[in-house]
């Protein structure tokens, strides 16, 4: 286990940023932690990092107890008297300002020409190194540039190299291609998940895109409101969602609330039982269009528009009881069912997940 946390609250005055987080990243992994802005990403990957410490533990009497105690463990050990060098972190933010004045070389090559004499690597050392880094970011040749004549997504790579150079023992990187373009975010993304393949560095990703959390993490642990909601693989967070919010953060979806009675939703083999307070969501990928009654399950609903530019088809329907609904199809089937703004249709849903709480969106 690289690193563990356990029972870290934070506090800002009177507003809670964590509330009781426990987490495990196993060596070697590239785990995402996935939330809205302001749920508390980058206030737990700072007491990773040594740069904000937990709120010390309440004592109840006088006592502490063992259990409740505040710990951020690396590789087992307690790193609470550590500095950010000693725990031998790797960062990357956001907006994570190169030394202008310096070259790509001497940025690189900056976090080990800053070590002390005794554990600093000899020169020739470092030459080498800064080489392999440049080239594994595939900016060989761009050693004597400055940062100004990169573009962003060189800079943001040549950050990371920064960050690998010390050789940490864990990386941080905090939603390092926020701030570039879709199609640069896109290849950055597919690039660092080959670039992990390759050292195994383990890896902390802070992001709110979904997409990205989805994409490039072996884990995701999805952050709502300073608590953790939920943490699994990519696939069990996007199909077992365990709450509401995961469900509704994690992609597009219908929501349909209230009584469903005539809806002729399945929600339940008793529809008219479900109290006001359930919602019931499905996925618009995971509902069906069709133009005659075929199972009691559909809902009767107008194609109010078609968008066909995407690699499914989207159908926006209203329907009189439930509201907008929106329907993701295959292009090969929009174009087999000839459907027209206007025409009254049947929607099936074909996967229904429920949930009663207070929650609202
Ligand atoms: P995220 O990275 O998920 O967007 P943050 O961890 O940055 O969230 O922040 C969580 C909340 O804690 C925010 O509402 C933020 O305003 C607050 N916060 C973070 N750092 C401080 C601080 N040093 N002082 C006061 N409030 C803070
Ligand atoms: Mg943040």
Redesign the pocket.
Known sequence: MSVEIRNVNKT??S?V??KNIQLNIETGELVA?L????????????IIAGM?SPDPQRELNGDSDSATEPKVLFFGDDVASMSVGQRRVGFVFQHYALFKHMTVFENIAFGLRVQPRSTRPPKSEIQDRVHRLLNLIQLDGFGNRFPMQLSGGQRQRVALARALAIEPRVLLL??PFGALDAKVRQSLREWLRRLHDELHTTTIL?T?DQEEALEVSDRVVV?NQ?AIEQVGTPEDVFHHPASEFVMDFLGAVNVFHGRFADSGLPANSDSTRIPDSTRIYVRPHEMRIERSRQSPDSIPAIIERINRAGVQGKVLLQSGTLGPIRVDIPLDQLDALDLKTGESVFVVPMNTRSFTSDYSI
């Open positions: 800002f005055g507003y940023a964590l932690l939330g809205p802005s302001g749920s508390g990403k980058t206030t737990l990957l700072r904000e905090d939603e802070v709110h952050m300073a």
